[in-house]
Antibody
């Protein structure tokens, strides 16, 4: 079964750091670009970052550029999001999603992990 | 940055009725890089439509997408009870890579 499972969400103080993980299974992980998308509870969706299948190309939303780092370990079929200098406005459910080769859309999403930034 | 505006914000219909959801872009969307997702409470978004009109794997044919340029539509021909959810449109561009509309909530009348 094709599956994405996020973990690492927690309550963290403003200015703190957190690393999210997304474990992938059921598909050839290294063939897929991967994204992080977040959603403030009860609100809409905001794209955060994307990484190519090899990990050699990344892109970020302006709202997180310079603070968040996306990476992947294809040997472990795992995607990461290192979040530094966290702000209250980063509070959200963070989803990982996969993008099929040669395509642009996100064809499967994980169930998400909640990050709460509060003192 | 392309802004996507969805309308209506909430749509109240009964099972069996036809639903028409709109997504308007502030600039032309390249190569029909427009998708629709369905999200139910407590669940992740699910891909319904990509490239404006192609149904994703396993999506019933009562769901259809149309449009090009700046105006796109998601149509659900006959609503089933499980179709009541929030629907988002999404486009793919250069910077930012992806933008989403604010969503349309489809509720039971």
């Amino acid at each position: 079964e094709v599956q994405l499972l996020e973990s690492g969400g927690d309550l963290v103080q403003p200015g703190g750091s957190l690393r999210l993980s997304c474990a992938a299974s059921g598909f050839t992980f290294s063939s897929y670009a991967m994204c992080w998308v977040r959603q403030v509870p009860g609100k809409g969706l905001e794209w955060v970052s994307v990484i190519s299948g090899s990990g050699g190309s990344t892109n970020y939303a302006d709202s997180v550029k310079g603070r968040f780092t996306i990476s992947r370990d294809n040997s472990k079929n795992t995607l990461y999001l290192q979040m530094n200098s966290l702000r209250a406005e980063d509070t959200a459910v963070y989803y990982c999603a996969k993008r099929p080769p040669t395509s642009w859309y996100l064809d499967l999403w994980g169930r998400g992990t909640l990050v709460t930034v509060s003192s | 940055e392309i802004v996507l505006t969805q309308s209506p914000g909430t749509l109240s219909l009964s099972p069996g009725e036809r639903a028409t959801l709109s997504c308007r872009a502030s600039q032309s969307v390249s190569s029909s890089y427009l998708a629709w997702y369905q999200q139910k409470p407590g669940q992740a978004p699910r891909l319904l439509i990509y490239d404006a009109s192609s149904r994703a794997t396993g999506i019933p044919d009562r769901f259809s997408g149309s449009g090009s340029g700046t105006d796109f539509t998601l149509t659900i021909s006959r609503l089933e009870p499980e179709d009541f959810a929030v629907y988002y449109c999404q486009q793919y561009g250069s910077s930012p890579r992806y933008t989403f509309g604010q969503g349309t909530k489809l509720e039971i009348k």
